[in-house]
């Protein structure tokens, strides 16, 4: 079985601060693992993906992820925050061994605010 | 520019009305997917198409269905919506199954009066 949680609901950040979105998740084999963000009355957008190699993982605007198997984590990540960077924000899990079935299984989701 | 296109953003039907949702692609991608998503919940996936392969989700009701008459389009069919059919339905497509991004259109934001 394959699952994911982003224990916090709701993260506040001030405008120039640094900002995390927790993600730990659950596999019986190695993790595929995707961070997405969605804008209101839009669909989810693709930002960086981990599938093997470097453990820290670039994606788009500037965002970062640290994948981190011995946590079980995969937090994303951004230097700056920006008030544009505010929406809700969903890490999704695929277990590589779940053939036949290859769904991802997505988080509740965070909403991250950044506060000017 | 590439991209998945759902029409309508918007529709509104009756109780009971079957009502159906369409998606079109230009990835030319092999695996088209459809997910309800609920009050800015994790969306559920109902099901996936691999090629003309159907991949039914065991909890999706036999109220919704699903059609791909080729690979850029597919189609949502819900035969009788209820009021807790009421949601923002997506459609995403993918090359492969597995380890590529999914990729999403905008939705379709359903109502039942």
């Known amino acids: 079985a394959q699952s994911v949680a982003q224990p916090e609901d709701q993260v506040n950040v001030a405008e120039g601060n640094p900002l995390t979105v927790k993600c730990t998740y659950s596999v019986s084999g190695n993790p595929y693992l995707f961070w997405y963000v969605q804008y209101p009355n839009r669909g989810l957008q693709f930002l960086l993906k981990y599938i093997t190699g470097d453990n820290l993982v670039k994606g788009s605007y500037g965002f970062e992820a640290e994948f981190n198997k011995s946590q079980t984590s995969f937090h994303l990540k951004k230097p700056s925050a920006l008030v544009s960077d505010s929406a809700l924000y969903f890490c999704?899990?695929?277990?590589?061994?779940?053939?036949?079935?290859?769904?991802?299984?997505f988080g509740t989701g965070t909403r991250l605010t950044i506060i000017p | 520019d590439a991209m998945v296109i759902q029409n309508p953003r918007y529709q509104v039907t009756q109780f009971g009305k079957p009502v159906t949702l369409s998606c079109s692609q230009t990835?030319?991608?092999?695996?088209m997917y459809w997910y309800q998503q609920k009050s800015s919940q994790a969306p559920k996936l109902l099901f996936h198409?691999?090629?003309?392969?159907?991949?039914n989700e065991a909890d999706t009701p036999d109220n919704f269905q699903s059609r791909r008459p080729n690979t850029s389009f597919c189609f949502l069919d819900i035969r009788s919506p209820g009021l807790g059919d009421a949601a923002m339905y997506l459609c995403a497509t993918s090359r492969v199954r597995g380890n590529q991004p999914q990729h999403f259109g905008d939705g379709t934001r359903l109502s039942i009066l």
């Open positions: 999704a899990v695929r277990d590589e061994t779940n053939f036949g079935n290859e769904k991802l299984t």
């Open positions: 990835l030319n991608h092999n695996v």
């Open positions: 198409y691999y090629d003309k392969d159907f991949n």
